[in-house]
């Protein structure tokens, strides 16, 4: 079975700029989160789609965004970059809303706002 | 609010020794997750262990173990006989029901042959 997806695996982009990334889920699994992961921050939860629904989202700027398609692929958007957005992006797929289920992890995005 | 402290940023274990990375947590919930994973510099996220807070017997799986003590919000992780492959960043969560999932600040664990 083919492990969590996310592309593009880096990105340099430049301030005020905006950018989607992708995530492609395991197979069957329904929910997706996003994760930052900075040096200073560590890792902060971004949001939680489930059939197509946003079911829980962090403290961030309505900057951010995301959506999940009907195939469960998830795609997080960044508008009018600044450069403390540079980070590693997560996703994360579990076969249900988490709870106890294990999350599933790709390999991230490293997002550079120059 | 839930948080999540990892005091040890970083820890040293002699090859085929053990060690116990520390975790506590503050939550009012009663119902609640609590997760290890492991993070390589190949940065993909690997859950090691997790433990629902209703069960009192820790939870164990191969080398990996935990010491959970529910009235204390703690949740130690304790790695036997440790190897090289053990060596990454270490990140203690928690989650309760509908709410997304709390990451500590990841402890770095090297592994000396």
């Known amino acids: 079975k083919a492990g969590v997806t996310q592309t593009p695996r880096y ?4 301030r005020g700029q905006q950018v989607t990334l992708s995530c492609s889920p395991i197979s069957g699994h329904r929910s997706v989160s996003w994760y930052q992961q900075t040096p200073g921050q560590g890792l902060q939860f971004l949001f939680e789609y489930f059939s197509e629904t946003q079911r829980n989202k962090g403290n961030f700027p309505g900057r951010f965004s995301g959506r999940q398609f009907s195939n469960s692929r998830s795609e997080m958007n960044v508008s009018t970059l600044e450069l403390g957005d540079s980070a590693l992006y997560l996703c994360a797929s579990s076969p249900r809303l988490q709870g106890f289920s ?3 992890f ?5 997002l550079t706002v120059v | 609010a839930q948080t999540v402290t990892q005091s040890q940023p970083e820890m040293s274990v002699q090859e085929a020794e053990t060690v116990t990375l520390s975790c506590t947590y503050d939550t009012s919930e009663s119902d609640y997750y609590l997760f290890w994973y492991k993070q ?3 940065r993909q996220m690997i859950l090691v262990i997790r433990q629902e807070a209703y069960k009192q017997q820790n939870a164990t799986e191969n080398r990996f173990s935990v010491n959970f003590q529910k009235a204390a919000k703690s949740f130690s992780l304790k790695i ?5 492959g ?3 960043m270490y990140f203690c969560a928690y989650r309760s029901n509908n709410n997304d999932m709390r990451f500590g600040a990841g402890t770095r664990l090297t592994v000396k042959p």
Do not use: H, N
């Open chain 1, 11 to 14: 990105l340099i982009k430049t």
């Open chain 1, 102 to 104: 294990e999350a599933f």
């Open chain 1, 106 to 110: 790709g390999q991230g995005t490293r």
């Open chain 2, 40 to 42: 390589p510099p190949s």
């Open chain 2, 80 to 84: 036997s006989d440790s190897q090289l």
């Open chain 2, 86 to 88: 053990d060596a990454a």
